[in-house]
């Protein structure tokens, strides 16, 4: 699958419930999104990414794929942690982004039974960035005000340089 880059208007919306038990090209989708993931390389991807508005993400921290359907936050940290971010869909920048250390997420597996994942660190980060992707936000919207200007001067002009 083609992976979206910004400024594409896709990124920016926000992505739709999914039933896993109804939707019959869910499986189909996770298996394609996984390979366009680990074609990239990257170790996460978010359906919109790849112009799909459902709420699905895929990730693989070297163990093992993690597919799930409606991913949501239901509590965070305080303690949060500065760390330069990459996006499969912002490419060629990175962006320091604040998240807290730990988050517990809820969603469902393709089977439509409940996950709940608490996760600390570069994991944490990864549920929140791709969760971010379900509600139209890229690292730039997250970056401090001035790092944003900085950040997307410097995309645009890779963009050009590339084009
Ligand atoms: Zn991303």
Do not use: F, W
């Not at 992707?133 to 645009?156: C, F, N, Q, S, W």
């Amino acid at each position: 699958m083609k992976i979206l880059t910004h400024p594409s208007p896709v990124l920016k919306l926000n992505a739709h419930v999914v039933e896993p038990t109804q939707d019959s090209e869910l499986r189909s989708l996770v298996r394609r999104m996984a390979q366009t993931m680990y074609d990239a390389p990257g170790i996460g991807l978010a359906a919109p990414q790849v112009g799909v508005q459902k709420r699905v993400i895929v990730y693989d921290l070297d163990d093992g794929l993690v597919a799930l359907c409606n991913p949501r936050i239901v509590s965070r940290s305080d303690e949060t942690e500065i760390v330069d971010e990459a996006c499969l869909s912002v490419p060629g920048i990175v962006v320091d982004v604040e998240r807290s250390l730990e988050v517990t997420c809820e969603a469902l597996d393709l089977d439509g039974g409940p996950v709940e994942i608490t996760a600390q660190g570069l994991h944490a980060r990864l549920l929140l960035h791709e969760i971010d992707h379900l509600d139209g936000v890229l690292i730039l919207d997250r970056a401090a005000p001035e790092e944003r200007k900085i950040a997307t001067r410097r995309y645009m002009e890779a963009r050009e340089e590339s084009a």
